[in-house]
């Protein structure tokens, strides 16, 4: 039995928390013990929503937030550590942006020999690309294994003999999850009030401006509704909508804007939508991308993004320079592209190594190597 202690998730379900709830989902647990060291205090709505996510037993364990009271938060974290490092085989470290190496140094300084660190972004934001650099010089010094989502993250969190040892480890769902469903489709419709033959474009992520860029989508919107006034603009998450909603009143379309909050269903959630349009200002292999594919969905992104390609539909030939114009005819002339042959897609995503049990098998070898 290997005991795995799993860091680096905010209280917050976004992708990074998603893709490790699903392998949990799908890991042996004859063989493997996790356990979540989670920041902050306790939140009830995030709580209730990731022991939904979780079909296996969960143990959290919380420790302060770094920021505003560092050295007390420290030594609180170094005390948890001197205490349970003992019980850990493994610490298993995820993170968008290098922003910090401290679970890394105390996992060595109290004893865990397998120490992890998973690299799940490929840029970073302003604050990340000043310490980022920085910590990136010493992650070799702390942690053992060097693990990334694709080849651009690699690139990204890695330089030197930690990037030649750097391993991708497939972000993955569970495509049945996520095939499209005519049903699920129109009853969506009827709960949101969306008339028949509406376009409708949307996506899927947490309400985070400075990564997710939503107000690029509203201001797209905006010129899409010109051409195709019977149309809507869905956002699936949570957050605070008061920018966005305040945004779409200045562009005149706030009548069409739809925030649904936080949903565990996300795979029934794709089917309302038309067309995925995901113009982040940076990600790592987004997962939402491969969900939005199992659906069918034809997808809108940005080419400056990681790609992750695997249906014929995936678009990302504009740049966030381009004019909301360009993008929103770009929309349009997707907005009949769903692929509805579900086995055709569940046989393209298993191909391209996204399917889950068998990235699940694939990560539990690599907890197992010395």
């Known amino acids: 039995m290997k005991r795995i202690l799993v860091c680096g998730l905010v209280p917050d379900v976004g992708g990074l928390e998603k893709i490790v709830v699903d392998f949990y989902n799908h890991i042996d647990t004859s063989e493997f013990e996790l356990e979540f060291l989670l920041q902050g205090s306790e939140d009830v709505e995030f709580s209730n929503h990731f022991k939904s996510l979780c079909r296996n037993p969960l143990v959290v364990h919380r420790i302060p937030k770094l920021r505003p009271h560092t050295k007390q938060a420290l030594n609180e974290w170094d005390d948890f550590f001197k205490k349970n490092a003992h019980r850990y085989d493994i610490l298993w470290s995820n993170q968008n942006g290098l922003t910090h190496l401290e679970f890394l140094k105390l996992a060595k300084k109290y004893g865990i020999e397998k120490r992890i660190v998973h690299g799940h972004c490929a840029t970073a934001d302003k604050f990340y690309r000043f310490i980022h650099p920085v910590n990136r010089l010493f992650v070799g010094k702390y942690a053992t294994d060097f693990w990334a989502c694709g080849v ?4 990204h969190f890695y330089r030197g003999k930690e990037r030649n040892k750097a391993l991708v480890v497939n972000n993955a769902i569970e495509v049945e999850q996520f095939l499209y469903n005519e049903e699920i489709r129109e009853k969506l419709r009827k709960e949101y009030n969306i008339p028949e033959n509406c376009l409708v474009v949307g996506q899927v992520s947490r309400l985070y401006e400075k990564q997710k860029n939503q107000s690029f989508c509203v201001k797209v919107f905006s010129e899409l509704v010109k051409k195709e006034p019977n149309s809507r603009l869905v956002f699936i998450g949570r957050g605070d909508t008061t920018f966005l909603t305040n945004l779409a009143k200045e562009y005149g379309v706030e009548d069409k804007v739809i925030f ?15 067309v995925f349009f995901f113009p982040s200002n940076f990600e790592g292999l987004p997962i939402v991308l491969v969900e939005a594919q199992a659906n069918g969905l034809p997808v809108v992104t940005a080419n400056h993004l990681p790609v ?8 990302n030939s504009l740049s966030l320079k381009d004019e909301w114009k360009l993008w929103s005819d770009k929309i349009l002339s997707v907005r009949d592209g769903r692929i509805l042959d579900n086995e055709y897609v569940l046989k393209k995503i298993s191909e391209h190594g996204y399917e889950i049990k068998f990235a699940t098998r694939q990560l539990e070898k690599l907890f197992e190597q010395e």
């Open 152 to 155: 651009e993250a690699a690139n």
């Open 260 to 274: 649904t909050g936080l949903k565990s269903n996300v795979g029934e959630m794709l089917n309302l939508l038309d």
């Open 308 to 315: 992750a390609r695997i249906l014929e539909n995936y678009d």
